[in-house]
Nanobody, 121 residues
Framework: QVRVVESGGGLVQPGGSLRLSCAAS????????MAWYRQAPGKKRDVVAT???????NYADSVKGRFTISRDNGKNTVYLHMNSLKPEDTAVYYC???????????????WGQGTPVTVSS
């Protein structure tokens, strides 16, 4: 069984920074793309940033230049460094781990439970 757990959310003032972490655990042989999504109250879940195994990244226009996604393949962990945070960044942030191979099962994707981020003064 594969488990994905996010951490690092919290309350931050506008202009501040946070770093989110997401670790996938279990008997994992390989993971493809890892990504961060977010869902604000009353809105649909949207992709924030993605990163491939090789390190190719993509970002939503709304976070380009402010957020940086990175990963540690040896630790099956992905990070989201968020700078210059704005109130509109307030949301629950979810980690998505794509194409997870284990000894017995292949998962097309696994979601974490989410970590809340609130940007407010």
């Amino acid at each position: 069984q594969v488990r994905v757990v996010e951490s690092g959310g919290g309350l931050v003032q506008p202009g501040g920074s946070l770093r989110l972490s997401c670790a996938a655990s279990g008997t994992i042989f390989a993971i493809n793309t890892m990504a961060w999504y977010r869902q604000a109250p009353g809105k649909k879940r949207d992709v924030v940033a993605t990163i491939t195994t090789g390190g190719t990244t993509n970002y939503a226009d709304s976070v380009k230049g402010r957020f940086t996604i990175s990963r540690d393949n040896g630790k099956n962990t992905v990070y989201l460094h968020m700078n210059s945070l704005k109130p509109e960044d307030t949301a629950v942030y979810y980690c998505n781990v794509g194409s997870v191979s284990t000894a017995s099962v292949w998962y097309p994707e696994v979601w974490g439970q989410g970590t809340p981020v609130t940007v407010s003064s």
